[in-house]
């Protein structure tokens, strides 16, 4: 698998710089998920980003023993980019909805790599912070919406 171009193709990296492309890259691994695999579980330690290369996986949390889905992801999309970040417990867990091909940069790697090459780190942790920035915006939409629909329908 070309990590590279698969990267490359995602919009959270579409940006980088040849160079920083190189050093995220040298740090991911392919997975092959099968149909049903939990990929991530909530609540449990956060310590990598997928990308979907192709297939889909369904994002979901538990509540009272029940599966609620939060959202379908397919390819060119991505999960867990806060692993990057910092070490907080996973928030939703992700099932594999059919076979999917992904790329896993786990954080501790990818960390390593872009600690000795600061000007990669720069580029790597300006996308995810405009990644994160973009994924609020549309939280913070989502639940004004779902706020008013909710006012709405007990009027």
């Known amino acids: ?63 009272e023993g029940d599966a609620r889905n939060v959202v379908t992801l397919g390819a060119g999309s991505y999960f867990g980019e806060a692993a990057l970040l910092d070490d907080a417990p996973r928030s939703a867990s992700v099932t594999a909805n059919e076979k999917s091909e992904l790329l896993v940069l786990q954080a501790s790697r990818l960390r390593a790599r872009l600690d000795g090459d600061h000007e990669a780190g720069h580029h790597v942790y300006r996308a995810l912070a405009t990644s994160l920035a973009r994924r609020l915006r549309q939280t913070t939409d989502d639940l004004a919406f779902a706020r008013a629909l909710v006012a709405e329908r007990s009027r």
């Open 1 to 63: 698998m070309d990590a590279a171009k698969h990267l490359k193709a995602m919009f959270l990296f579409k940006d980088l710089p040849e160079a920083a492309l190189r050093q995220v890259a040298q740090a991911a691994e392919a997975h092959t998920a099968q149909h049903g695999e939990v990929i991530v579980q909530e609540n449990r330690p956060s310590t990598a980003l997928y990308l979907i290369v192709s297939g889909s996986c369904r994002v979901h949390k538990e509540k």
